[in-house]
């Protein structure tokens, strides 16, 4: 398992977010269950809610429920890298709080995630999609970012 691309992988911050999500024990350990449930709630068989609870646990970094201001910023900058300064970067995530934020309690909770996560799929299918990590495939991701 231990090949140099895997560990170039886990250098990621982004791909440290997915292992702490799949680490459902939180013994910092992957176990072969904990790795074949990620898979399942990813695969195309899952439901749409399975795919954004897995989603929204990437944004929950400290697994309180709700989003924070704060959790938003960190896991976009993960996302973004350089391509948007924190300034850019603050004013996007205090752009998508308010449109996300229907209870007006600043943090997003799992059911506004769902609301604008939904609405975003279905103006643009991100199926099929990959992440990469060419500046323009940043840019399109923030693309639609920016919509929702
Ligand atoms: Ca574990
Ligand atoms: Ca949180
Ligand atoms: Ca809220």
Same mark, same amino acid.
């Given at each position: $398992?231990?090949?140099?691309? #895997?560990?170039? %992988?886990?250098?990621?911050? &982004? /791909?440290?977010?997915?292992?702490? /999500?799949? =680490? ?6 992957? !176990?072969? +269950?904990?790795? /074949? ?8 068989? !899952?439901?749409? =809610? ?7 646990? #990437? ?16 896991? +976009?900058? $993960? $996302?973004?890298? *350089? *391509?948007?300064? =924190?300034?850019? &970067?603050?004013? +996007? /995530? ?10 007006? =309690?600043?943090? #997003? ?7 604008? !996560? ?21 840019? !399109?991701? %923030?693309?639609? &970012? +920016?919509? #929702?």
């Amino acid at each position: $398992m231990k090949t140099p691309k #895997i560990l170039e %992988l886990a250098q990621n911050p &982004l /791909v440290k977010r997915v292992i702490a /999500v799949l =680490d459902k024990n939180k013994d910092g350990n992957i !176990s072969f +269950l904990e790795f /074949v449930q990620g898979l399942a709630s990813l695969s195309a068989g !899952s439901s749409q =809610d399975e795919k954004l609870r897995f989603a929204f646990q #990437i944004y929950d970094i400290n697994n309180d429920g709700f989003i924070s201001n704060g959790e938003l910023f960190t896991v +976009l900058k $993960m $996302m973004v890298g *350089n *391509n948007l300064n =924190d300034v850019q &970067l603050q004013q +996007l /995530v205090d752009r998508t709080i308010i449109k996300a934020d229907e209870d007006l =309690d600043g943090k #997003i909770s799992f059911d506004e995630f769902c609301k604008v !996560s939904v609405s975003a799929l279905r103006s643009k299918p991100l199926d099929g999609q990959r992440p990469r990590c060419n500046r323009k495939a940043n840019n !399109s991701m %923030l693309t639609q &970012l +920016l919509q #929702i």
